[in-house]
């Protein structure tokens, strides 16, 4: 008992006074980072198909879109001047055009059944009250020059009676 007591006594002790050598388990460097370079090609994509209300797995297949790297691509060669390339998720689908030079040209974009924004349910149910959507469709076509437009085709029903009806992001009836 008192070679552990007198054992833990020096080891403390030279705790305290630093006689124990430190070592470090990380190999340190100057501080300096490999340089990368960040390219985003099709932001204009981005910012023109941009709907805050469309669901997150809409809003992550546009980015695909976006980030979609057409030269590193095994279909890739410089003869074409235009690549269409298809994207799917379980609601849906892209259809996107790229130019020889990767950049986005086109898209043509279909989802069914998602989540619709609150102007769009708003502006439905003031409009046609007692009504249920039973079915919608949201579409989105890009062109690079023209931007985009945005229409939502929804399936109304009441009872026995039917109607369709399309609106664009707002809410305005098309």
């Given at each position: 008992m008192?070679?552990?007591?007198?054992?833990?006594?020096?080891?403390?002790?030279?705790?305290?006074?630093?006689?124990?050598?430190?070592?470090?388990?990380?190999?340190?460097?100057?501080?300096?980072?490999?340089?990368i370079?960040?390219?985003?090609?099709?932001?204009?994509?981005?910012?023109?198909?941009?709907?805050?209300?469309?669901?997150?797995?809409?809003?992550?297949?546009?980015?695909?879109?976006?980030?979609?790297?057409?030269?590193?691509?095994?279909?890739?060669?410089?003869?074409?001047?235009?690549?269409?390339?298809?994207?799917?998720?379980?609601?849906?689908?892209?259809?996107?055009?790229?130019?020889?030079?990767?950049?986005?040209?086109?898209?043509?974009?279909?989802?069914?059944?998602?989540?619709?924004?609150?102007?769009?349910?708003?502006?439905?149910?003031?409009r046609?009250?007692?009504?249920?959507?039973?079915?919608?469709?949201?579409?989105?076509?890009?062109?690079?020059?023209?931007?985009?437009?945005?229409?939502?085709?929804?399936?109304?029903?009441?009872?026995?009676?039917?109607?369709?009806?399309?609106?664009?992001?707002?809410?305005?009836?098309?």
């Open positions: 008192k070679k552990v007591m007198l054992g833990l006594f020096v080891f403390g002790l030279t705790l305290q006074l630093g006689l124990t050598s430190q070592l470090n388990a990380q190999v340190i460097n100057d501080g300096m980072l490999p340089e370079e960040v390219r985003y090609m099709n932001y204009k994509y981005l910012n023109s198909v941009g709907n805050a209300a469309a669901p997150i797995e809409v809003k992550e297949l546009e980015r695909k879109v976006a980030n979609f790297d057409i030269k590193g691509s095994e279909f890739y060669q410089d003869d074409y001047d235009f690549y269409s390339v298809n994207f799917y998720i379980p609601d849906g689908h892209i259809l996107a055009a790229y130019d020889k030079d990767g950049k986005l040209v086109r898209t043509i974009e279909k989802f069914k059944d998602i989540t619709l924004p609150k102007s769009v349910l708003n502006s439905v149910s003031k046609f009250p007692g009504w249920a959507i039973y079915q919608d469709v949201y579409k989105v076509n890009y062109h690079k020059d023209k931007g985009s437009t945005h229409v939502y085709k929804m399936r109304l029903s009441n009872g026995d009676k039917k109607m369709r009806v399309k609106t664009d992001e707002n809410g305005n009836f098309i």
